[in-house]
């Protein structure tokens, strides 16, 4: 197999893992510069209307075709804040065994000797979206640490009332449910080829892993054609360099 | 009445020292490099709610001593140099925010209030950095804790648009958040691609997405003036030119390398 169609492979796994994930949710919302997330959103809006269940309004930050807000930038943050968003997507340059990300930098504050963009919305969006899928490509241990060096956003705060929080982490090797009673990750699946020991290898933190963990389940034939298609053509406008690369590995 | 005025008249009404909200939608470019040429200093930046290669240029060229803001990317060409440098450097007091505190902080200003709740954000580190952010007891409603953030009321608020009448009303469409800079502010300062003949508040369907001329106190034309960065269904963004900023700002050197070509571009197209 060529590179590039592996490549292409390990994307249609991540965005057939996204939709499942999603599966249920009224209103997904998805930030800039996040390709996989906002195909993950397209395929479960197009599995829907295929199967007649009910639509699914997708909100692509900084697209136009995708983005019905008409009332600026705020918008996505009262629609959040009223209920109206099921779903969201964070990443982050560290994401800790709590849950917690940091998307500010490393080392000590402000003068931080790895610095990152900054927290965005993050430290609001966390505490307001019911479904918030964790999605960081890199599984390493530098990545996933026992303790992030500055929380952008807490995933659980005792303190006060709140709905939104983290529902699962996916990365490159492997799909973790959010046990938010425990407070921690436990191992759902894994991608093939990786083993349960090469997670361990890779995550810095502690997480539950039970004796039996399945690989994750690849996508179907239909749900490639599905990709491969319609999926690919509605990406185009938003990440037009990514839809491209995927199209060119066929 | 709005004043219609040059692009370099228009830099010259900000000021050392004054807070200057800018936006991530509408960003007037032509007048950052006009500003960076009149070598104002002293700004203090507010990112409404995050920023690229704006605040990254008024960084590198030494422009600033203060940024509140979400976040400072390049999107897909990668992180922005000169704001992580000036980080390590201590070059600029650093004041982390959140996207919708500063949405919350302009709103107060726009209602004439000292501060404003929001929601969320308690458990964030932002509020060990942010000490004027306070967590207090809802004084109404159900026992509970909530945030309160201060009023954001920057001096200069300043954007790019398609277009101003000759009235000084401008089109800003759906980007909302332009409205509420111009609403928060002392004064706001446009840059636009065309000035147009007929009356934008004339009709029902015109008036919908404009700042109406009351909140807007200059106006200057700069024809492409957010270049390279994209303008609503006016232009793309040209990726290569912030790609390739984005290469050579790594350094110093580069940084002043590429500005120096940036000005005097600027120059031959003006």
């Known amino acids: 197999m060529s590179s590039a169609s592996a490549e292409r492979e390990r994307r249609e796994l991540l965005i057939a893992t996204i939709a499942g994930l999603l599966d249920g949710v009224r209103h997904v919302a998805v930030g800039a510069s996040s390709p996989i997330p906002a195909a993950g959103a397209m395929l479960l809006r197009a599995r829907n209307e295929a199967a007649r269940k009910p639509p699914v309004r997708m909100t692509i930050l900084g697209s136009k075709q995708h983005n019905f807000f008409t009332n600026g930038s705020v918008e996505l943050f009262d629609c959040a804040a009223q209920g109206r968003v099921d779903a969201f997507f964070l990443g982050g340059g560290q994401i800790d065994g709590f849950g917690n990300i940091n998307l500010v930098g490393t080392g000590d504050y402000p003068t931080t000797n790895v610095r990152w963009p900054g927290s965005f919305g993050s430290a609001y969006l966390y505490h307001l979206v019911p479904r918030v899928i964790l999605f960081r490509e890199e599984h390493s241990p530098r990545v996933f640490v026992p303790k992030v060096d500055f929380i952008s956003a807490a995933a659980h705060t005792p303190e006060v009332a709140r709905r939104g929080g983290p529902y699962a982490l996916l990365s490159n090797m492997a799909l973790f449910d959010f046990a938010s009673e425990r407070g921690g990750f436990r191992l759902r699946s894994i991608h093939p080829p990786y083993t349960a020991a090469d997670i361990r290898a890779n995550t810095g933190f502690a997480y539950q892993e039970p004796e039996h963990v399945p690989p994750t389940a690849p996508p179907d034939a239909a749900t490639r054609t599905l990709i491969r298609g319609r999926i690919l053509d509605e990406l185009a406008e938003s990440y037009p360099a990514f839809a491209r690369s995927m199209a060119e590995a066929a | ?270």
């Open chain 2, 1 to 270: 009445m709005t004043d219609i005025v040059s692009l370099e008249a228009l830099a010259a009404r900000i000021n050392p020292g004054e807070l200057l909200a800018i936006p991530v939608n509408g960003v007037a470019m032509a007048a950052t490099a006009a500003l960076i040429e009149a070598g104002v200093s002293g700004l203090r930046l507010v990112c409404v709610p995050i920023s690229g290669l704006q605040a990254d240029l008024l960084i590198g060229a030494g422009t600033i001593s203060a940024i509140e803001t979400s976040a400072v990317s390049l999107g897909e060409a990668g992180g922005a140099p000169r704001f992580a440098a000036g980080i390590r450097a201590g070059a600029f007091d650093l004041r982390d925010s959140t996207c919708p505190a500063i949405f919350a902080g302009l709103l107060a200003a726009q209602k004439g209030v000292p501060f404003m709740p929001i929601a969320g954000i308690i458990g964030s580190d932002l509020l060990r950095v942010r000490t004027d952010w306070k967590v207090v007891d809802s004084p109404v409603g159900e026992p509970g804790q909530v945030v309160v953030v201060p009023a954001i009321a920057p001096d200069v608020a300043l954007f790019h648009a398609p277009e101003a009448d000759r009235a000084g009303n401008v089109r800003i469409g759906r980007h909302r958040e332009l409205a509420s800079m111009a609403y928060a502010a002392k004064r706001t300062l446009v840059t636009v691609e065309r000035i147009v003949a007929r009356n934008l508040l004339e009709t029902e369907d015109s008036a919908a997405g404009v700042l109406p001329s009351l909140y807007v106190d200059a106006v200057a034309v700069a024809e492409r003036g957010a270049w390279p960065l994209s303008l609503w269904d006016e232009y793309a963004g040209d990726d290569a030119e912030v790609a390739r900023y984005a290469a050579m700002a790594r350094t110093e050197e580069g940084f002043h390398a590429y500005l120096s070509a940036h000005l005097a571009r600027r120059k031959q197209v003006a």
